[in-house]
């Protein structure tokens, strides 16, 4: 009888424990989401809602933004909880469907993003302006802007995005864009490459210093 016993309080010891550690792991989960806490970003900076990738890295991926944002700017180093993590890329479809947005900016520094990835802004339908000023962008995803009937302006400032890096309908729906990169040629290069994604540019030219 006393050895049921203690075979049965193992059991149950075993079983809380189990327990336990199931809530510890989803409750580690559910705080992996934070937005960028470094007020030299400004209002901009820390409506960004980013997600840990690696605590040991200290890499995070940017996810989405505060409902009320209206401005956002996607930082290289965002503050999480006290510490700087270095943000290395944005989900797919992070800011797909917000109709508050209307200025997004991507930080020059932010070396480590070098792609706007598949409809992260499809359906935003109030996006007016687009700075890319992070040099080492490479790709633009399939729909990454698709239905973004208000975009106006879209600045480019990386060289290494070629017609083959910017995916079917990326652009499709998009009208009266102005394109500028940082040569006039290069503009006109990647407004060429814009309508053969469904855009429509109605001008282009150089980023002015």
């Not at 934070?34 to 690696?54: H, L, R």
């Amino acid at each position: 009888m006393k050895k049921k016993f203690s075979l049965s309080m193992l059991l149950t010891a075993v079983a809380m424990v189990l327990i336990i550690a199931s809530g510890v792991k989803l409750q580690a989960k559910a705080t992996d989401y934070y937005y960028n806490e470094d007020y030299n970003n400004g209002d901009a900076g820390q409506a960004v809602k980013y997600a840990i990738t690696s605590y040991d890295d200290k890499t995070c991926q940017a996810i989405g933004c505060k409902s009320s944002a209206t401005s956002i700017t996607i930082v290289a180093y965002p503050v999480i909880n006290g510490e700087t993590y270095t943000c290395t890329s944005i989900a797919k479809n992070a800011f797909k469907g917000n109709k508050k947005l209307k200025t997004v900016k991507i930080s020059a520094s932010a070396s480590k993003i070098t792609t706007i990835p598949e409809g992260c802004f499809q359906n935003c339908t109030n996006l007016t302006t687009v700075y890319l000023d992070n040099t080492k962008l490479k790709s633009i995803g399939k729909k990454a802007f698709y239905n973004c009937k208000k975009l106006t302006t879209l600045s480019i400032k990386s060289t290494k995005i070629t017609k083959s890096n910017i995916k079917t309908n990326a652009f499709k729906n998009v009208s009266n864009l102005k394109v500028y990169g940082n040569t006039k040629a290069y503009a006109k290069k990647l407004a060429k490459w814009i309508a053969a994604r469904g855009g429509s540019v109605a001008t282009y030219a150089k980023i002015s210093s």
